[in-house]
């Protein structure tokens, strides 16, 4: 069974910068793609970003060119690098695996919250 264990949440002053880490153990068999998805309040769980293990990525528009998702499949990794961060971005952060012909993964969540 996998899990995923996710780490890195926390406050931030908007401009600032945060690292989120998740890590999964278990059976990677038909990995399709990691990524992040984030839930603010009162609001639906969107997809901020994915990875495939082929290094393919995906982005919501909303944070092109300020968050990065990178991978280490030897390690079963996945971070989500987010700079300039603005206080729309403040929600409940939460990682996601995906296996072909299989139900998603997710991961417990982390809170980011961006304000002064």
């Known amino acids: 069974q996998v899990q995923l264990v996710e780490s890195g949440g926390g406050l931030v002053q908007p401009g600032g910068s945060l690292r989120l880490s998740c890590a999964a153990s278990g059976s990677m068999f038909n990995l399709n793609s990691m990524g992040w998805y984030r839930q603010a309040p009162g609001k639906v769980r969107e997809l901020v970003a994915a990875?495939?293990?082929?290094?393919?990525?995906n982005y919501a528009y909303s944070v092109k060119g300020r968050f990065t998702i990178s991978n280490d499949n030897a390690k079963n990794t996945v971070w989500l690098q987010m700079n300039s961060l603005k206080p729309e971005d403040t929600a409940v952060y939460y990682c996601?695996?995906?296996?072909?012909?299989?139900?998603?993964?997710w991961g417990q969540g982390t809170l980011v919250t961006v304000s002064s």
């Open positions: 990875i495939t293990p082929g290094g393919r990525t």
């Open positions: 996601n695996l995906q296996r072909v012909g299989v139900s998603a993964v």
